[in-house]
């Protein structure tokens, strides 16, 4: 029989992480509905005519596609397999696939629930995303994501508060983060200025990769994607421009790179009224790959750690059109939790007490002790404190190695004069001082 394994990119969570991941979970969503924002849980599979065609074809080939039930052969296109062509097929033998992220699923429940919605309709979403993506350090196939978006307005200040969510969540998880900020009009003023808008979309997936493969490797793929050397050169110096100020003239001929540098003011406008934790900055070589996004898009970055994006996102003027409700501007943020783990645990900055999940144990010599503490422990679970209650009475040695290695700060021995005299006698593990309390004292303690 061969040994247990787990699908490459996907983890198990122990009981010491999840608590750790719920601590991000609870920060984060804490945080979106102090800014009003609602929640929404959507299916784990959506139909590939959801997906497809939203991510470009870099994300179309990251789906995760589901056979159809059954025999899924039986109406396979016959001449797509006699050829071996994978993409022909699928049609015939895959109608679902896993959702890669939380964005067009909720654009697929905003147009199927549009007659009952308040707009804007702000939500927040926190569930896993699938990505058929090579496993790496700090990229999983399985992993959550934290999103909040508004949806049904086009209001600059929904681009300020996300900015704000974001400094205020990375704030409470006491993880310095810098907050990068572009807008995709910039970008396509880049390539107006650089005479080659038609190939929008080769210029910002090639210039999204700038921080993996550095500026010669973006050099080379903008000419295997056909830009010539005049425009390369171009889209350069202007990616070298030092501020927003300075583009203004490359952008004298775009009226497109103008409104983004327009909407860029706004936002920083905004954020000028407000104190802030982190830094927030302009990057204009920030692209973000995904085909959707048409106004400001933002990308954070841990301080102190090596890792990749921890969160991104950003405008999007029409993505509930392909499913028949044209006209529905949004904009929304990401928070990447898993990766947002691996740096807090690299960084040593979960709070201790989170590895505390229960406060006491009780131990007992013998039967009646036992039943003893039984009455305590359940006394103290009604006024809402985690207990343990050791399940066998008997020697305290083993008793106490259970204690720390489960890291239990107290542990309460109740013994036949504890329980003639209701009490217990206490002692606290960090420190090794012990004193007898009452049942009552002993809430009053803890609780």
Request: charged content about 25%; proline content about 5%.
């Amino acid at each position: 029989m061969s040994k247990p394994s787990l699908p490459e990119g996907t983890r198990d969570f122990g009981p010491e992480q999840v608590r750790r991941r719920n601590y991000i979970f609870d920060t984060i969503r804490a945080v979106f509905v102090k800014f009003g924002f609602q929640p929404l849980e959507t299916p784990a599979m959506e139909n590939l005519s959801t997906l497809t065609g939203k991510y470009g074809d870099e994300g179309d080939k990251l789906l995760f596609k589901i056979l159809n039930n059954g025999d899924y052969l039986k109406d396979a296109d016959a001449d797509a397999l006699a050829q071996r062509d994978s993409n022909k097929l699928l049609r015939s033998i895959a109608k679902r696939g896993l959702r890669y992220d939380l964005t067009v699923p909720f654009a697929r429940y905003v147009v199927m629930n549009r007659h009952a919605l308040a707009l804007p309709f702000k939500r927040y979403q926190i569930q896993p995303v699938w990505r058929a993506d090579r496993p790496q350090r700090g990229r999983y196939r399985e992993f959550y994501q934290c999103d909040a978006d508004v949806i049904g307005s086009d209001s600059l200040v929904y681009e300020a508060e996300l900015a704000q969510i974001y400094d205020e969540a990375f704030r409470l998880l006491r993880l310095p983060v810098v907050i990068k900020i572009n807008n995709r009009k910039i970008l396509f003023g880049i390539a107006e200025a650089a005479g080659i808008p038609e190939q929008f979309m080769d210029m910002t997936v090639a210039i999204d990769k700038l921080d993996k493969i550095g500026p010669d490797g973006v050099r080379k793929e903008l000419a295997e994607r056909g830009i010539g050397p005049d425009a390369i050169a171009t889209i350069e110096n202007i990616l070298a421009a030092p501020s927003l100020e300075a583009l203004r003239p490359a952008f004298a001929h775009s009226e497109t790179g103008q409104k983004g540098l327009e909407e860029l003011d706004r936002v920083f406008r905004y954020l000028s009224q407000s104190p802030l934790h982190n830094e927030i900055r302009f990057d204009i070589t920030l692209a973000r790959g995904l085909s959707y996004y048409t106004g400001c898009i933002f990308e954070v970055a841990a301080k102190d750690f090596a890792m990749g994006s921890i969160g991104g996102g950003g405008r999007y003027a029409d993505l509930t059109g392909v499913f028949g409700m044209p006209g529905l501007p949004g904009v929304g943020v990401s928070f990447g939790a898993d990766r947002i783990y691996d740096v807090l645990e690299g960084l040593n900055l979960f709070p201790e007490t989170l590895d505390q999940s229960v406060k006491i144990l009780f131990a007992a010599f013998d039967d009646a002790t036992h039943d003893y503490a039984f009455a305590c422990a359940s006394r103290l679970r009604a006024a809402g404190i985690a207990v343990e209650v050791y399940p066998e009475p008997g020697k305290l040695k083993k008793q106490f190695e259970y204690v720390a290695k489960r890291n239990i700060p107290y542990i309460a021995i109740t013994g036949e004069t504890e329980m003639q005299n209701g009490t217990v006698q206490l002692k606290n593990q960090a420190t090794g001082e012990q004193q007898t309390l009452g049942v009552e004292e002993l809430i009053g303690l803890l609780g």
